[in-house]
């Protein structure tokens, strides 16, 4: 940040002394990029809202994924990690496990594993998006499991608790 102030302010003198014409487009490019990047670190990627992930079929009452309303994850009783409102998964130490950058989930190593949409869709590029039904059940041969509330704006956080939960961050988006 301060090498960009540095920079932004040099060309500001510069063009104030006529020496470089072109550094009045530069600065405003320059400023423009700075804001949309504040306004983008500022926008929300992920609602917390409490939610459980159980069985769709309801047979087994001890298999519940669930958040809480500040993004505590839990299997049961034992605690799996924090998703921030900024779409980052983080264990109990604090260590960022995988983040949300747009639709794009990101292992900790900054590979794209998969995308997850705002509305908790989850595309792989198999060209199978798994997605949440209105009765709250995921659409997924692979997996019988069902969101409580059905009508939860959560739909991306268990998307997340979900994956990270039973997939693998060794994989990678299919191209």
Not at 48 to 54: G, K, P, S, T, Y
Not at 108 to 137: C, F, H, M, P, Q
Request: hydrophobic share 35%.
């Amino acid at each position: 940040m301060g090498t960009l102030l540095l920079s932004g302010t040099l060309l500001f003198l510069l063009a104030c002394t006529g020496q470089n014409s072109s550094g009045d487009h530069q600065s405003k490019d320059v400023l423009a990029t700075v804001q949309h990047d504040q306004k983008q670190a500022n926008k929300t990627a992920i609602i917390l809202e409490a939610f459980q992930i159980v069985d769709s079929d309801g047979g087994s009452k001890n298999f519940v994924l669930r958040m809480d309303k500040a993004g505590k994850c839990y299997l049961g009783k034992e605690f799996l990690g924090t998703i921030t409102a900024a779409g980052e998964l983080k264990s109990e130490t604090g260590e960022v496990l995988v983040r949300l950058q747009g639709d794009k989930l990101l292992s900790e190593e900054g590979k794209v594993v998969l995308a997850i949409k705002e509305d908790g869709t989850i595309a792989n590029g198999s060209g199978k998006d798994i997605t949440w039904g209105a009765d709250g059940r995921l659409n997924s041969e692979e997996l019988g499991l069902k969101l409580v509330p059905a009508n939860s704006k959560a739909k991306r956080a268990a998307s997340l608790l979900m994956y990270s939960y039973f997939g693998s961050s060794n994989t990678e988006v299919q191209q």
